[in-house]
């Protein structure tokens, strides 16, 4: 008899252009998601075409295009993608502003918690 197959974890990108970041992000996570990387919005636009993202996890201030108008985009084009948002700027205007205006399910501040940032992730992937 065979055993039930075990689903399939998760699959996470994470946005940072701050290589320690990523590489962070990637070891904490990777027992319990897929994870890949990208440093930049551009990249990570090119992988989420090529790839069935669960969740998006990305940066606020990044070299080329900002977090929050890439994950504004991302909204439009891949709606069933869960998105957070990483800063260690902390403005509550833009904090507040950002969570409709890119459809978030967290707008997290730096550092982060490894497991706030995990229970975040399980609760909008419903895994």
Do not use: W
């Amino acid at each position: 008899m065979n055993a039930p197959a075990t689903p399939p974890r998760p699959l996470v990108l994470v946005v940072d252009d701050e290589v320690e970041i990523r590489s962070a992000l990637q070891l904490g996570l990777q027992d319990e998601f897929q994870v890949d990387c990208a440093n930049s919005a551009a990249e990570a636009e090119s992988m989420l075409a090529l790839a069935g993202y669960d969740a998006i996890l990305c940066d606020h201030l990044m070299p080329g295009e900002d977090g929050l108008p890439f994950l504004i985009r991302m909204h439009g084009k891949y709606p069933h993608v869960h998105r957070i948002m990483m800063t260690s700027y902390i403005n509550p205007e833009i904090l507040s502003r950002s969570i409709p205006l890119a459809g978030l399910a967290a707008c997290l501040t730096k550092p982060i918690s490894l497991a706030e940032l995990k229970r975040i992730l399980h609760q909008v992937v419903g895994r």
